[in-house]
């Protein structure tokens, strides 16, 4: 069964330091997703992206965050200027349609030292 | 905003044995879905189950089965004949009919189960 798989699994980065994480969405998919949990909280929506843009986000995904579909498989995620409160699971997600179930990867967990 | 509340931290059913877990939700919005993912450890959400609120008939997926009362807005799952493989956090989400594709996620409950 075709799967959401999201590189690394685990990323320590210092803060002040850029980090991109990757995802490889299913590949008929058209919707793509990022949300993240911190460690004890519940699962946030971070933003949604459809047709080579940003379709929807939410608070939490200012200007520190940006995303980017840079070929026809990859989906990513560039955190700037890390702070420690981004130490996080960060969790990538696709839909085939915007009605569909949405499918998730692994996740990466994000280390801010 | 929607929110959506998980009220049980953690559930333990014996293997072979019949759990539910409790989702409830506040909306003001009569058209939307429902969800339910698990979330084995270290290991990727799946879903479970999904319930489209303008359908009165309960989602059931072989041993999984949900009991959606949309006047009470709450969501439970039912998991009969436990198995040991059914041990993993359970997240109940609620996804809007018309106003986006974000899914809001309940807090998790951990379910154990006791061989």
């Known amino acids: 069964e075709p799967e959401v798989t999201q590189t690394p699994s685990h990323q320590v980065t210092q803060m002040g330091q850029e980090v991109i994480l990757r995802c490889v969405p299913i590949s008929n998919h058209l919707y793509f997703y990022w949300y993240r949990q911190i460690l004890g909280q519940k699962v946030e929506f971070l933003v949604s992206?459809?047709?080579?843009?940003?379709?929807?986000k939410s608070e939490i995904f200012d200007d520190q965050f940006s995303v980017e579909r840079p070929d026809g498989s990859n989906f990513t995620l560039k955190i700037r200027s890390t702070k420690l409160e981004d130490s996080a699971m960060y969790f990538c997600a696709s839909s085939g349609g915007s009605g569909s179930a949405q499918h998730f990867g692994d996740g990466t967990r994000l280390s801010i030292l | 905003a929607q929110t959506v509340t998980q009220s049980q931290p953690e559930m333990s059913v014996q293997e072979a044995e019949t759990v539910t877990l409790s989702c409830t939700y506040d909306?003001?919005?009569?058209?939307?879905?429902l969800f339910w993912y698990k979330q084995p450890p270290s290991r990727q959400m799946i879903l479970v189950i999904r319930q489209e609120a303008y359908k009165q008939q309960n989602a059931t997926e072989n041993r999984f089965s949900v009991n959606f009362q949309k006047a009470a807005k709450s969501f439970s799952l039912k998991i009969s004949d436990s198995q040991l493989g059914d041990a993993a956090m359970y997240f109940c989400?609620?996804?809007?009919?018309?106003?986006?594709?974000?899914?809001?996620f309940g807090g998790g409950t951990r379910l154990m189960v006791k061989p």
């Open positions: 989400a609620y996804r809007s009919a018309h106003a986006g594709n974000m899914l809001t």
């Open positions: 909306t003001s919005e009569s058209d939307y879905y």
């Open positions: 992206f459809y047709n080579n843009e940003i379709s929807e």
